[in-house]
């Protein structure tokens, strides 16, 4: 099984509300990725956590904050975003050695009016 | 700054022709992916490619790793519209979680 599950699939928030995005794998890996893609352009790697633990954070503004419950979960917490946040947000997972296959989610569209 | 830079960047072809993607870089990876990507859906994996020559073939679908790991490419044959899509190569080196992503090549076969 080398699936990524995602929810929601699609998201429309306000700049004042406060959400979550949510990622589950049960392939055993213990590296975990979120990405940001907009359209037509390849995804921008956000967040890395490593054994549950942040490992890379690509400079993200602190109103996305990620979070690792356990091995199998990864959460992104979104409160006052901006328009320009609406995007494709991608979440992935890999074996920990580094230079793995990554493996990604299907997605959440989110829209931020 | 590693880099990874897909050609070409947009590919319009009819049903039934041939066509090849490269990707192309100046740092060594320790494997490359390639995916493909529908609109509004995340990248699906269609091959990891670790040896420097390797050939994999997926039904029509061809994959190159160069010799010295540096570029790749992916060859179909005889395209058809379900091939359309973009198509996306990742370089990925050892002892880090940062993946390089190709620009990515935009691919309509036509009816």
């Known amino acids: 099984d080398t699936e990524v599950t995602q929810t929601p699939k699609h998201l429309v928030m306000g700049m004042t509300n406060k959400k979550s995005l949510k990622c589950e794998q049960h392939m055993g890996h213990r590296a975990m990725y979120w990405y940001k893609q907009k359209a037509k352009k390849p995804p921008e790697l956000m967040f890395v956590?490593?054994?549950?633990?942040?490992?890379i954070n690509e400079s993200v503004p602190s109103r996305f904050s990620p979070e690792c419950p356990n091995s199998s979960l990864l959460n992104l917490h979104l409160h006052a975003l901006q328009p320009e946040d609406s995007a494709l947000y991608l979440c992935?997972?890999?074996?920990?050695?580094?230079?793995?296959?990554?493996?990604f989610g299907p997605g959440t569209r989110l829209l931020v009016l | 700054t590693q880099l990874l830079e897909q050609s070409p960047q947009f590919l319009s072809i009819q049903e039934g022709e041939n066509l090849t993607v490269y990707c192309n870089s100046s740092?060594?990876?320790?494997?490359l992916q390639w995916y493909r990507q529908e609109p509004g859906e995340g990248p699906v994996l269609l091959v990891t490619?670790?040896?420097?020559?390797e050939v994999k073939k997926l039904k029509r679908l061809t994959f190159q790793f160069g010799d010295a790991r540096k570029d790749s490419s992916l060859h179909i044959t005889a395209a058809q519209t379900g091939d359309t899509g973009l198509y996306l190569c990742?370089?990925?080196?050892?002892?880090?979680?940062?993946?390089?992503f190709g620009t990515g090549t935009r691919l309509k076969v036509l009816a």
């Open positions: 490619v670790v040896t420097g020559g």
């Open positions: 992935a997972s890999s074996h920990i050695t580094g230079g793995e296959t990554q493996y």
């Open positions: 956590y490593s054994y549950e633990k942040l490992s």
């Open positions: 990742a370089g990925a080196s050892s002892g880090t979680y940062k993946y390089i």
């Open positions: 740092s060594v990876f320790s494997s």
